[in-house]
């Protein structure tokens, strides 16, 4: 058939392909223990939902600005300047379908066909392919579990080229859960001005954050990168959003017009009653996201003890989000498997467990565990993992 350049060489996102395959397992009756979700399993808190319903019945169903709804562009610019400062202003705030769709038209307001945008790998899945559809080049540069999987800002000085446009940070990460420390987005931010690149600072994960590990926002480094900054987050994660499909860019407002004007013939807007409960999200406080918080430290201390019991298989403590990236070399070997995809599809078959392989990040030998689901599933999990390993 005659589809576009643009998308013959597209990959279809692997995380979502994997969810597919173990829906299909599920409805014929396969109990699978899914560790490839990477959502949270919480129901969006009830002050959220019942803003939404009483938002519904008083007629908040019609169309609105394309940037999305005043009050709630200027909530996040309070929020995000509160929290992390940069002394962002409303007109620089623009929010969109999701965290996924905001960044979509960054790439496409920011890159020219050509130009090149850097990234760490291992990278979450859409980054590469919205830089591609923008016309961009991805440029991979790995960030290796020796340094924490923390990105190197000499390595990303070294492969500046005449094209490069920018780059991608991602932190809290998703697949590793590293967290990038203050010094190194400052000089991630010094090579901006410098050089005269953006920087998309991906913060969806900004909430949540382990004990012994501390959050830096590229937020207040706006001046220091000489305005050349993009930050993107949601409340897909936050607030356990991810279907209602809100989230926000704060950048410089020039971009912010850009992405706006693009928005405007693509979906529009945000849907206008998801705007009213975004906005009462940002209103409730912070309880439920620290509940939330709590029970990730749980689960996270369960899939840590877990794992360690299993042969074969190695891990750095993830210090955000809600996923170990767990280097499974040595079970491959153990277990003849060919690659951690050939790992991944033999633990759904014969385990009973969905992973995501490591190279839908961008690198094989590891396997992402999301831990967003109960303990008594994990602990399963665990279970089925060890006695798979130790066959
Ligand atoms: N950025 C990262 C790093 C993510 O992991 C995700 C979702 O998995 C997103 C962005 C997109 O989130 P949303 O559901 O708001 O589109």
Known sequence: MNLSARVRGLVPSATLQLKAETDRLRREGVDVV???AGEPDFDTPLAIRDAAKRALDAGDTHYGGSAGRPTLRAAIARRITARYGGNWKPEE?????????????????????????????????????QVRLAGGTPVLLPARQESGFIPDPAAAARALTPR????????????????????????????????GIWIIADETYDRFVYPGFQFASAAGLRERSGDRMALVGAFSKTYAMTGWRIGYALAPRPVIEAVTG?????????????????EAAL???????????????????????????????GFLPPGGAFYVFAAVGDLCRRVGA????????????????AVVPGEAFGVDGYVRFSYALPEGLI?????RLRAFAER
């Not at 940070?169 to 998703?174: A, F, I, K």
């Not at 693009?262 to 975004?278: E, K, N, R």
């Not at 060919?338 to 467990?353: N, P, Q, T, V």
């Not at 602990?379 to 279970?383: D, K, L, Q, S, T």
């Open 379 to 383: 602990a399963e999990g665990m279970r």
């Open 93 to 129: 705030v623009v929010c969109g379908v999701g965290g996924k769709g905001v960044l979509y038209l960054l790439m496409q307001a920011l890159v020219d066909p050509g130009d090149e945008v850097m990234i760490f790998s291992p990278y979450w899945v859409s980054f590469p392919e």
């Open 262 to 278: 693009i928005q405007s013939h693509d979906a529009s807007h945000p849907t206008s009653f998801v705007q009213t409960a975004a």
């Open 283 to 313: 209103a409730a406080g912070d309880d439920s996201v620290e509940r939330m918080l709590a029970e990730y430290t749980r689960r996270r201390d369960l899939i840590l003890a877990g794992l360690s019991t299993v042969p074969g298989v």
């Open 34 to 36: 899914d560790f490839g």
């Open 164 to 195: 490069t446009r920018g780059l991608i940070l991602n932190s809290p990460n998703n697949p590793s859960g590293a967290v990038t420390p203050l010094p190194v987005l400052e000089r991630f931010a010094d090579l901006a001005r410098e050089r």
């Open 338 to 353: 060919g690659s951690s995809a050939d790992l991944a599809a033999r633990l759904l078959r014969e385990a009973r467990i």
